[in-house]
């Protein structure tokens, strides 16, 4: 034990004067945020700010301030010079005393029911530029607020977004689905109430499902940071060729039938039409004819019989098949 306390002791005075050490993790940036300005109504700008401020949490390696409450954090003085400012520059000096390492201003307005959101990243340092360093507008249309406003953070914040996440989660399939995000197994899914979530970095993802008896899927998909998606998974049950086969032996015998059936009932009318009641039959129509053709009508009522127990057998058959059938792997096709 002194020896380990004689070498943690080397290691915290000795190194540090050779200017040897361990690297600190790096310091959170501290971004200030003013509220957003503009011709909007209060109540829209509020939504837009809370907006940005949710996409802007979700980055890793800042530190959000906000500066809606400038007002307890200046002097008289500087807090009556940021309200009369009128450029990034004013404002930028007047927040001068407050430590931050970049600054977010912004406004919503447009005409009508039309917003546009313009925003400007600036230095936080005072002796810095008063240029922005990243300037943006967009429209707020019928888009995703949520993404929208992700992916304006991903502009404004490139090189933490790449450490950002997004969520994907993954709801559905069919029983024992197997599902694989980029390669690699994410876990099984097993109908409709499961789900699978999973946090993603921000881009482009690829995505298969595989399940017993389905066809399988491949999906592309573009997730932004901070973004919750939500995928329901749809797999392609993968028939086999059974119940289609058992429908065509059904509806093959019921045709068969349906002329065995009509031929029976030609010799009987013939029958009929060549020997009226209480009168002699028509020539041709003598006792041996008679006796084939009852032979042949006696025959093939019974045949035309078992041929429609067998068509309604094979149609009930391919129907239940069909309904209950589990699907074939596509390796047991031929």
Known sequence: MKRRARATLAVRWVLPLL???????????????????????????????????????????????????????????????????ADDACRKAALSTIRTDRLLFGDL????????????????????????????????????RGQLFSEVVAELFPEEVKLAFATLVIRGGAPETLV??????????????????????PGRHHLEARAPGHRPLAQDLELTVGQRRVLSLALEKNRSVGPYV???VGVLAAGVATGLGLAVNGRVSDWEAACPANQNCAVGFDRARYDDDQAFVDQGRFSTNALWAVAGVALTSAVVWYLFDPGVDEEELP
Request: negative net charge; aromatic residues 0%.
């Open 180 to 201: 694989a995000v980029d390669g690699k197994l994410v876990g099984p899914l097993d109908g409709d109430q499961a789900e699978l979530v999973q946090r993603l970095t």
């Open 109 to 144: 307005d447009g005409p009508g029911d039309r917003r546009i959101l313009r925003l400007r990243l600036l230095d936080g340092d005072p002796s810095g530029s008063a240029d922005p360093k990243v300037r943006l507008s967009r429209e707020l249309g019928a888009q995703d």
């Open 246 to 248: 058992l429908a065509g």
């Open 19 to 85: 200017g040897v050490g361990v690297a600190a993790p790096a310091e959170a940036a501290r971004v200030g945020v003013l509220p957003l300005g503009g011709d909007a109504p209060e109540a829209e700008r509020a939504a837009a700010q809370n907006e940005l401020r949710t996409a802007l949490r979700g980055l890793p390696g800042l530190e959000l301030v906000e500066l809606e409450g400038a007002a307890a954090l200046l002097p008289p003085a500087q807090l009556e010079a940021l309200n009369a400012c």
